[in-house]
């Protein structure tokens, strides 16, 4: 993913509805993914990883998605609630690499 | 300590003039990671730390930019002739071992610099 300047991506869900998240990445040589979740004020915090070997993972109420033929990730939040209301970012490791490279974002909106 | 610290939460700085961003990583951590990100957009990696390693300096975008870790524990970014574009939230993480650290970075809450 790149950046997307000062107009990040917004996903607006109802509450209680199902959210999912995209983001597309640029190394075919990357091989552990990570996504992120970063609430106003805050750091970023880890949620789910998922590594190449492995196309899903399951967690409590996300589902990370890998399709490596056309470098997709995908985040599914289940019944989403106020609390999800944040900014979401995905990070690729390159292998062998030594650190993290981060997606533009998506900020997520919870409707009531 | 239980998690990245990062200090000062704020700072608001003159144009031109140096700055020095403090991160305490968590305790036996490894590895530590200083991030730049704007306003609105992701996270620029700027440098890391692994053990007596060499840092990889390959993210800072100038030479007015450079950091140190003493002791392999609190880590130091400084600033110096400070611009209008330093204007940013730096972003410290710290991790067991390099890169494919289990579930990856921590991250601290970050240092909010304004340069006016």
């Known amino acids: 993913g790149e950046s997307v300047g000062l107009h990040l991506p917004t996903l607006s869900v109802q509450e209680g509805d199902n959210s999912i998240i995209n983001c597309a990445y640029s190394?075919?040589?990357?091989?552990?993914f990570i996504w992120y979740k970063q609430e106003s004020g805050k750091g970023p915090q880890f949620i789910i990883d998922i590594r190449s070997n492995m196309d899903k993972r399951q967690g409590q109420r996300v589902t990370v998605l890998l399709n490596k033929t056309v470098k997709h990730l995908s985040l599914q939040i289940a019944a989403t609630q106020p609390g999800d209301s944040a900014v979401y970012f995905c990070?690729?490791?390159?292998?062998?690499?030594?650190?993290?490279?981060f997606g533009g974002g998506t900020r997520v909106l919870v409707k009531p | 300590g239980a998690g990245v610290s990062q200090s000062p939460s704020n700072k608001v700085t003159e144009k031109g003039k140096d700055v020095e961003l403090r991160c305490d990583p968590i305790?036996?951590?490894?590895?530590l990671y200083w991030y730049r990100q704007s306003l609105g957009q992701g996270l620029e990696f700027l440098i890391y730390?692994?053990?007596?390693?060499?840092?990889?300096k390959s993210g800072l975008p100038s030479d007015r930019f450079s950091a140190e870790r003493t002791g392999g524990s609190v880590s130091t970014l400084t600033i110096q002739r400070t611009q209008q574009e330093d204007s940013a939230v730096y972003l410290c993480?710290?991790?067991?071992?390099?890169?494919?650290?289990?579930?990856?970075?921590?991250f601290g809450s970050g240092t909010r610099l304004t340069v006016v």
């Open positions: 730390f692994q053990g007596n390693s060499a840092p990889d």
């Open positions: 993480a710290s991790s067991l071992q390099l890169g494919r650290g289990l579930h990856g970075y921590t």
């Open positions: 305790s036996g951590h490894t590895a």
């Open positions: 990070a690729e490791n390159r292998a062998a690499g030594n650190k993290l490279t």
């Open positions: 190394n075919s040589a990357s091989d552990y």
